[in-house]
């Protein structure tokens, strides 16, 4: 049987940025437009572990889950036909974003800090970086250390204040471009 070409812009994407940001729920339609399969890094890490991320950043610390990180990623760039959503500290790891780089585009999404407490608060618990006192200047602070960082993706869209179809949207026509721009 022959087997069916969908023209796309990419087999493998992977979306950085900081918690909050959209990158789990984006990712999904992303995934569903570009007919991809789509994982959330974490939840994959909970599958294998059977752990959450709160228990084992709270039981285990934060170096033992960056070290399940880091060979979730390994495992997970051999795939193809995916949409990878990093969680917030992934892309930090040196290893991690010269091999996420190396492996398609990546598209770092973008949020004020206070879209980001808005959208964390929604979830509190699920997000042990930001149990302390004042939330949003953790973010501000976490955010403008990881900026440097996250700007090393390719692609770059914001999130604040749209529809998740007009975010997969402007992804979808950036992807494209991003093909076009690397074909000899």
């Known amino acids: 049987m022959a087997r069916l070409e969908v023209p796309r812009p990419a087999t493998f994407v992977s979306l950085t940025g900081f918690m909050g940001v959209g990158k789990s729920r984006i990712g999904k339609e992303l995934a569903r437009a570009l007919m991809l399969h789509f994982i959330d890094l974490d939840r994959y890490i909970e599958r294998r572990t059977g752990i959450s991320i709160p228990d084992i950043f709270r039981h285990l610390g934060e170096e033992a ?14 795939k193809d036909f995916l949409v990878l959503s990093l969680g917030g500290g992934t892309f930090v790891d040196p290893e991690n974003r010269k ?10 999404l973008w949020a ?14 699920e997000r042990p970086l930001l149990q302390v006192e004042n939330p949003l200047e953790r973010i501000r602070t976490l955010l403008e250390a990881r900026r440097p960082v996250y700007q090393e993706a390719h692609i770059h869209v914001s999130t604040d204040g749209r529809k ?9 026509e950036k992807l494209w471009a991003y093909a076009k721009a690397r074909r000899p």
């Not at 800090?113 to 509190?124: D, F, N, S």
């Not at 998740?164 to 979808?172: L, M, N, S, T």
Request: hydrophobic share 45%; aromatic share 2%; charged share 35%.
């Open 65 to 78: 889950f960056r070290k399940m990180e880091k060979e979730a990623v390994r495992e997970l760039l051999g």
């Open 99 to 108: 091999a996420l780089l190396g492996r398609g585009p990546v598209v770092a």
């Open 112 to 125: 004020s800090p206070e879209t980001i407490l808005e959208r964390t608060l929604r979830k509190p618990g």
């Open 164 to 172: 998740v179809e007009e975010v997969v949207a402007e992804i979808v």
